[in-house]
């Protein structure tokens, strides 16, 4: 940087205004980056029930579009590093971004929105085409959005910063930390509640649109706030890209060795050492420090397999649990926020009590330690949530293979009935009672024969599925009716009627009328108390179920409703409600969290200690891509691994952290710390640089001091 454009800087910088000695212009970067990490996290918390319950994918394809947008999310700000170091700039590069972003935000609500005349009876749409276009076009954006402006809003707020501001430059990046866990809490809590609403014109349904709308105005919210501050920023020019320097110089080094490999040139001690013919000493020693240290990120992704489930499995799983505390009913997705919570709990404890702690009672706990500590944690935290899982699973109704089928009868007849299907064990079902469970078939095709009226009728089952036989007041027109085979989604509960009355009903919660001796389609109700109004012309009563979480109920109404005001109407559950609680996930959030703390913070601390000043950035990027990585592993094993059982999926993902863990522990201990600014001089004293020279040089690298000091902070940063 010329003196020139060094003195118009100062300029710049004496003429913003400061308020209690911050920088007006903070205000905009504070306020900007709460809006953006709520709109983050908040589309981010609903994300995979948005894939699982509208679009109506499997678990295993939810989880894997699910990963592979994070996976992006951590690719692109490479992408958004270089942009801004080398094009546009730290604001230019936020701006055009985050109108990328806002826009991809708005289009992802906007595929949430969809024709009444072309949806199913509980109001899920039948034609996916248009919702998966646009679903995929809204992530892809906000993907490049949300990573490219990842390393510009840090820096640039740490660039309106003068050079005696130093204890406010760390007051800044603390209340930015806490800006950054605030949205995520805060989203985390809120848009799963905006989603379990009911909203609808013609239907009542899950109200994804509020949950992503939400989201996208707090973008375009943060977008306009972090503009309007836009005459009060200190704004500096491009200054050339540090990680394509690096790659640049690579790049040439492994050329240079593959065109000399068969000529009698003299061994080199390090392979980087090819590079010397066009590029100075110095920065080929860099390079060596950087390189020792993203060799150790290579075991680091399968962590990061493991923590980023969090959003994907372990939300799932809370859909198959119990969600009532009593004092309030906490939504699947709201289970992400104990991470938020505990991470600003355990972060102070641990850097205050617990790792001054260790060191008094003289134990050598290195940051690679902590971080081989941390992973086994994670791993801890699979097996916990594999233990829930089986529990889970002992709770889960006995469904029919795809070469079984099950039946279940219901007898609407007024007298008991005794029911023989193909010659097996005769049922005796009183009047208006179901059979005690499912009749399991391994064939399809079956007699039923009503042994006190001489009834005989033959029927087709559906392989795989279950059903239920409706026998009406008049036994000879006796009929199968479909029943779900799955859970109900996202927790909430499935009823259907069946009218035994001599006359049409409309009842509350159906889309139509209900004819005699029909059973209606199935609709889904949330947990709690719910009433039901039944009515015909003047006539009319009510009746409320309490429901749980996942439950299946069909209700049957008899002859004699509305002498008997509703009380007479009789519910058979056909599926349990969930009776694992979801406090049981907190002891794998707890263990998680512990793992984050010791992994992800004391990485960062590691990586900017043993890295050059200006390479800090480079180092940045590799952590980044370590995560990305991680996400593409999930995506791998959910489309390929295919385990039969989930808990057995969970124990194979604690088993490769613990054996990555213990390759990573290896590596440690053959490593060496070193001080950067050790090496960095001895190199420079080797090269015989002058006073004038080295004093040269320094004044160079003072345009990167507020930088380097801003990269430090940035270990507080792990929730970005």
Known sequence: MTDEKMDETKKKTKKTAECCGFPVSIFFIVVNEFCERFSYYGMRAVLVLYFRY??????????????????LCYLTPIMGAIIADSWLGKFKTIIYLSVVYAVGQVVMAVSTIHDITDTDRDGTPNNFTLHIALSMLGLI???????????CVAAFGGDQFQEHQSRQLNTFFSVFYLCINGGSLLSTLITPVLRAQECGIHTQQQCYPLAFGVPAALMVVSLVVFISGSGMYVKTDPEGNIIWAVCKCIGFAIKNRFR???????????????????????????????LKVLFLYIPLPMFWTLFDQKGSRWTLQATTMSGDFRAFILQPDQMQTVNPILILTMVPIMDRIIFPL????????????RMTVGMLFAAMAF??????QIEIDKTLPDFPSSSESQLKVVNMFNSSLNVTISHKDTLLIDSLESSAGYVTLDHQEITVSLNSSGITKNFSLIAG?????????????????EDIKSKPREGRNAVRFVNGWTAVLNITNLESNLEPTVISNYSLVAQGTRKFVLSNGAQSCEFSQTFGFGSSYTF???????????KSIKAVEDIQPNSVHMALQIPQYFLITTGEVLFSVTGLQFSYSQAPKNMKSVLQAGWLCTNAVGNIIVLIVAELGKLPKQWAEYLLFASLLVAVSVIFSVMAYFYT?????????????ELGFEPEEEKKKETLEMEDKDKDQQNEQEVKQTKI
């Open 54 to 71: 509208f679009l109506l994918w499997d678990d295993d394809l939810a989880t894997s579009i699910y990963h592979a947008f994070v996976a």
């Open 383 to 388: 097996v916990c949530a594999a233990l829930v």
């Open 673 to 685: 710390y070193i001080d950067p600014a050790e090496v960095e001089a001895q190199i420079r004293s």
């Open 260 to 290: 000399h490999r068969s000529s009698a040139h003299p061994k080199r001690e390090h392979w980087m050492d090819w590079a010397n013919e066009k590029y100075d000493k110095l920065l080929i020693a860099q390079v060596k420090m950087v």
């Open 358 to 369: 260790i060191k008094k009672c003289g134990l050598d706990f290195s940051p690679l330690k």
């Open 556 to 566: 049957l109404i008899p002859s004699t409703l509305f002498s008997t005001d509703c």
């Open 141 to 151: 954006l906000i993907a490049l959005g949300t990573g490219g402006i990842k390393p």
């Open 465 to 481: 599925g279950r059903q239920t036989l409706i026998i009406p007041s008049d036994p000879s027109v006796m009929y199968l009716k």
